[in-house]
């Protein structure tokens, strides 16, 4: 069976922090694909990041930050200096090899204050 | 291009009405996946679609819940009786590439309101 946990449920910093999502998974398939979603106050879900289970390589993408770690099952997300509209929900997600289902953490609310 | 376009946005009904939700995929998309979202249960895959063909309902929570999609545009999710539990905000997401690689394209969503 396929699991992830965001264990943060909630996340409060001041705008300008640095500040971690942590994702940790779990998943027998050796091949297998992660992802983050951003779910804004407006409730729509916003791709943000694939990675696949061989490419452990870091990605950064402007203030945005993944680090992929098979060896702890974890794929945390950094934002950088945050913004106020960073404030949403954000969700972990995993697709098994052998399957075509995405499963999703519970999500990590942030909330980025002045 | 047009997203994942879902109707309504919002409803409300009374329970034992009927309800239809709608979804309209990306065009070229041949996977279609309707999830719920409630405080309590977080996102959860009710069912998905490739080439039409619904390959796994196992998330449908019970008879009273139905999904078809009659072409390659055009998907509804069913309801019948509705229940205040079923209240939540149900959405539909496409896939185009390779079926466990690609990401999900997610329409707006559609809360629903059981009284």
């Known amino acids: 069976a396929q699991k992830v946990t965001q264990a943060q449920t909630e996340i409060s910093v001041v705008e300008k922090e640095d500040v971690t999502l942590d994702c940790v998974y779990e998943t027998r398939d050796t091949t297998y694909y992660l992802f983050w979603y951003k779910q804004p106050p407006s409730g729509e879900l916003v791709f943000l990041i694939r990675?696949?289970?061989?490419?452990?390589q870091n990605e950064i993408s402007g203030r945005y930050s993944w680090n992929f770690q098979k060896s702890t099952s974890s794929f945390n997300f950094t934002i950088t200096a945050s913004q106020v509209v960073d404030s949403a929900v954000y969700f972990c997600?995993?697709?098994?090899?052998?399957?075509?289902?995405?499963?999703f953490g519970t999500g990590t609310r942030l909330q980025v204050t002045l | 291009d047009a997203g994942v376009i879902q109707s309504p946005r919002h409803e409300v009904t009374e329970m034992g009405q009927e309800v239809t939700l709608r979804c309209k995929p990306i065009?070229?998309?041949?996977?279609l996946f309707w999830y719920r979202q409630t405080m309590m249960r977080g996102l959860e895959l009710l069912i998905y679609f490739n080439n039409n063909v619904p390959i796994d309902d196992s998330g449908m929570p019970e008879d009273r819940f139905s999904a078809k999609m009659p072409n390659a545009s055009f998907s509804t999710l069913k309801i019948q009786p509705s229940e205040p539990r079923d209240s939540a905000v149900y959405f539909c997401?496409?896939?185009?590439?390779?079926?466990?690689?690609?990401?999900?394209?997610f329409g707006e969503g559609s809360r629903l309101t059981v009284l």
């Open positions: 065009s070229g998309h041949d996977y």
């Open positions: 997401a496409s896939r185009g590439l390779a079926w466990n690689t690609g990401e999900l394209f």
């Open positions: 990675r696949n289970s061989f490419d452990e």
């Open positions: 997600a995993l697709n098994p090899g052998t399957a075509s289902k995405l499963t």
